[in-house]
């Protein structure tokens, strides 16, 4: 349901047809309305163990009530993960109560664990620690993903099996003296092979091979001090450490559909409302990183200049 009618809007914005927009309007909500009602005599587990693909994720308690619903599309996936794990603060839930429909997600072969706040690094931080062999794919809490979602990363992974593949993306821009503009001033866009000036955004979902990154990427102290709200600019950071390139799988930038009913919330807002926090974290992270740094320089030439 939720890829066929995303594609029908894909494939209007490949062909430029004027309506496009409004079809992603109309079909978000048909989705929003009908996919949680479509659900509710759906008992089917979830997950191939025999898989090596863990789906790893966050919330937080302005969002615990409705994560059940991006919970139920990744359950209902063609290829089926070997886990789906939702790490949750135990600051943020002391009690460590969560709503119904989450405990009953749980027979379907949802895992929830409690861990330290580590903002939006609890998304992959402890999965990969403990599962350095997998396959993780990172994805949002307010996102309808299609039924195809995991299926078209591990066709790309296949193609691109050292490459960090996602869904969204920025590129790294830089000035004419070659030197990388403010993290504001990059867009939103794509390039034709897997390169070090993709930024992949996580929320379409991201597959991180085992390999990815080393073992600075589990470094709290700089976390804390250097991307505490910004994920994507750390991770983007250490996968320039480890010499790892990224791909966007899509032909045309185009998000999924979202969860209308929770939009009122969230860290992008916090980080938007405070214009400067990616610019000060990413320059933080390459006056750290230096070596990340040269790479970027090193591949100057080959982008658009501004």
Same mark, same amino acid.
């Given at each position: $349901?939720?890829?066929?009618?995303?594609?029908?809007?894909? !494939? $209007? &914005? /490949?062909?430029?047809?004027?309506?496009?927009?409004?079809?992603?309007?109309?079909?978000?909500?048909?989705?929003?309305?009908?996919?949680?009602?479509?659900?509710?005599?759906? #008992?089917?587990?979830?997950?191939? *163990?025999?898989?090596?693909?863990?789906?790893?994720?966050?919330?937080?308690?302005?969002?615990? #009530?409705?994560?059940?619903?991006?919970?139920?599309?990744? *359950?209902?996936? &063609?290829? %089926?993960?070997?886990?789906?794990?939702?790490? *949750?603060?135990?600051?943020?839930?002391?009690? &460590?109560?969560?709503?119904?429909? =989450?405990?009953?997600?749980?027979?379907?072969? *949802?895992?929830?664990?409690?861990?330290?706040?580590?903002?939006? #690094? %609890?998304?992959?931080?402890?999965?990969?620690?403990? !599962?350095?062999?997998?396959?993780?794919?990172?994805?949002?809490?307010?996102?309808?993903?299609?039924?195809?979602?995991?299926?078209?990363?591990?066709?790309?992974?296949?193609?691109?099996?050292?490459?960090?593949?996602?869904?969204?993306?920025?590129?790294?821009?830089?000035?004419?003296?070659?030197?990388?503009?403010?993290?504001?001033?990059?867009?939103?866009?794509?390039?034709? @092979?897997?390169?070090?000036?993709?930024?992949?955004?996580?929320?379409?979902? /991201?597959?991180?091979?085992?390999?990815?990154?080393? &073992? @600075? +990427?589990?470094?709290?102290?700089?976390?804390?001090?250097?991307?505490?709200?910004?994920?994507?600019?750390?991770? %983007?950071? $250490?996968?320039?450490?480890?010499?790892?390139?990224?791909?966007?799988?899509?032909? +045309?930038? =185009?998000?999924?559909? !979202?969860?209308?009913?929770?939009? #009122?919330?969230?860290?992008?807002?916090? !980080?938007?409302?405070?214009?400067?926090?990616?610019?000060?974290?990413?320059?933080?992270? $390459?006056? @750290?990183?230096?070596?990340?740094?040269? /790479?970027?320089?090193?591949?100057?030439?080959?982008?658009?200049? =501004?």
């Amino acid at each position: $349901m939720i890829s066929y009618l995303y594609e029908i809007v894909l !494939n $209007m &914005k /490949i062909k430029n047809q004027i309506a496009w927009k409004l079809f992603y309007k109309i079909n978000k909500v048909i989705i929003n309305i009908f996919y949680p009602i479509s659900q509710i005599y759906n #008992h089917s587990y979830g997950l191939d *163990l025999e898989s090596d693909i863990i789906i790893s994720m966050t919330s937080f308690p302005d969002r615990i #009530h409705a994560v059940w619903i991006t919970i139920l599309s990744l *359950l209902n996936q &063609k290829t %089926k993960p070997k886990k789906i794990l939702l790490w *949750l603060a135990e600051n943020q839930f002391p009690d &460590k109560k969560i709503p119904k429909k =989450l405990e009953y997600l749980k027979k379907r072969g *949802l895992e929830i664990q409690f861990c330290d706040d580590l903002k939006p #690094h %609890k998304k992959y931080y402890y999965t990969m620690m403990q !599962n350095p062999q997998d396959i993780v794919i990172t994805v949002d809490d307010d996102i309808f993903y299609p039924e195809n979602f995991i299926t078209n990363l591990a066709i790309s992974h296949k193609k691109y099996p050292d490459c960090v593949i996602c869904n969204w993306s920025s590129i790294i821009a830089f000035n004419q003296r070659g030197i990388y503009q403010k993290k504001s001033d990059w867009k939103i866009g794509n390039l034709e @092979e897997p390169s070090h000036l993709l930024l992949p955004i996580g929320c379409c979902g /991201i597959l991180y091979p085992p390999g990815t990154f080393n &073992k @600075e +990427v589990f470094n709290k102290r700089n976390i804390y001090e250097l991307a505490y709200y910004t994920d994507d600019l750390w991770l %983007k950071c $250490m996968e320039l450490l480890n010499g790892t390139k990224a791909f966007n799988q899509n032909p +045309v930038q =185009l998000i999924y559909f !979202n969860n209308i009913r929770i939009q #009122h919330s969230g860290l992008w807002k916090k !980080n938007c409302g405070e214009a400067g926090r990616d610019n000060i974290n990413w320059e933080k992270l $390459m006056n @750290e990183y230096t070596k990340a740094r040269e /790479i970027l320089q090193s591949c100057s030439k080959s982008t658009i200049f =501004l």
